[in-house]
């Protein structure tokens, strides 16, 4: 299993881990097989999505911004479940097809960390069979 270190600068953000995650399968030296991409944390979130217009992720970060309040007369008291909810909405992992060595995606697509209760540092668990 390899560990990948985020470090985010924002409270939301989405950052392209894209070439990271290329890297650490290498790493696993698997040729054609499956990789899980696993964020091991209850604030934040790994998802696919498209990094050619940077516009695409101001908007989700923006409408998910609407959609979960970061305010809302939330019950957990710690004051981040505006976090804890967007970390479930997206999810904590993938599963990617890896094909000579590398993840299979398609061309507009790129691998994303979530941050929802930043800044902090952050691990990204990658594994490949
Ligand atoms: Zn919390």
Redesign the pocket.
Known sequence: MQTLTVATGSRVEMIDITQEVAEAIRRENVSEGLAVVFVPH??AAVTINENADPDVVRDIIAETNKIVPFEDRYA??????A??IKSCLVGPSLTLIVSGGRPVLGTWQAIYFCEF?GPRRRKVLVTAR
């Open positions: 209850t604030t957990h008291s710690e004051g981040n479940s976090a804890h209760d």
